[in-house]
């Protein structure tokens, strides 16, 4: 889990004397700071995907020491989930051909419209990324990749389930309602890493009851809560939720 923290971060820029807002969350616990959401899944073989390129994302490879990766996935084009686009360009030096890249249709039209020049050769620079849209891909760098669109308020957002070496890891961040296409997905999935901003519903995102919801409708193993705000304290969530849940940090890895 490279990122686990809302679009604003955690702690929030402000508070006293500009040293940021913690809200319900304790700064002296080190699993209260939150960079913005982002997963990057790793095969046995160490082929690794990641999943959005977040606003922190540069700071997030460095934390986890990640120097390559084979394929990058969006979920959407929300700036916390996309405005890290160009610390790919590292990750490109070296590699005979760009990082594939993919996204729903909406979300891969969006992104070349952003940021164009990171999907086409100019200037001398090499493209970083190739851009695909989703129909026809099954399987990339040893992944069996399936997806389907959540409803994210008025508009949609991309989620993923991703197997190799005979496990399943699911990704479904920024939803505000359950589909049956959602539950079929991710139903039995070892991992399901879930949007869970805060204990009250939101009309973009799910809360803490509608993301145990989800992890219960699709018989998920691990349901794992991430895109957490401010109200979210580590210590006082773990304590509430039930055992097949886990509060997700920054750094947090685990094993299917």
């Known amino acids: 889990m490279l990122g686990s923290g809302t679009s604003t971060g955690v702690p929030r820029v402000g508070g006293p004397d500009g040293a940021g807002d913690w809200g ?3 700064p002296a616990e080190p699993r209260n700071r939150r960079t913005r959401v982002s997963i990057l899944v790793e095969s046995a073989e160490g082929r690794r995907l990641l999943v959005d390129t977040s606003s922190d994302c540069r700071a997030q490879l460095l934390a986890n ?6 394929a990058v996935f969006w979920t959407h084009d929300h700036a916390d989930h996309c405005h890290g ?12 051909a760009p990082i594939p890249g993919f996204a729903s249709a909406e979300t891969v039209r969006r992104l070349r419209q952003r940021f164009g020049y990171v999907f086409a050769a100019q200037d001398g620079y090499q493209a970083i990324c190739t851009l695909d849209t989703l129909d026809r891909l ?33 990704y479904a961040t920024d939803y505000s309602a359950i589909t049956p296409e959602m539950v079929d997905l991710f139903a039995g999935v070892d991992i399901l890493v879930s949007d869970c901003l805060r204990r009250e519903p939101h009309p973009t995102h799910a809360h803490l009851a509608l993301a145990i919801e989800l992890g219960a409708r699709a018989r998920a193993r691990r349901l794992v ?4 705000d401010k109200s979210m304290d580590y ?8 055992d097949f849940v886990i ?7 685990l094993v299917a």
Do not use: N
Request: hydrophobic fraction near 40%.
């Open 24 to 26: 319900a969350c304790d």
């Open 65 to 70: 020491r990640i120097a390559s990766i084979d």
């Open 247 to 253: 509060v997700g940090h920054d750094g947090l890895e």
């Open 235 to 242: 210590r006082t969530l773990c304590a509430e939720v039930p």
């Open 85 to 96: 686009i160009d610390d790919l360009r590292v990750l490109r030096y070296g590699r005979a």
């Open 138 to 170: 099954k399987v990339i760098a040893g992944f069996a990749v399936d997806w389907c669109q959540m409803p994210h308020g008025s508009g949609e957002t991309t989620g993923y389930r991703f197997e190799a070496d005979g496990k399943s890891i699911a």
């Open 225 to 228: 809560l991430s895109h957490l």
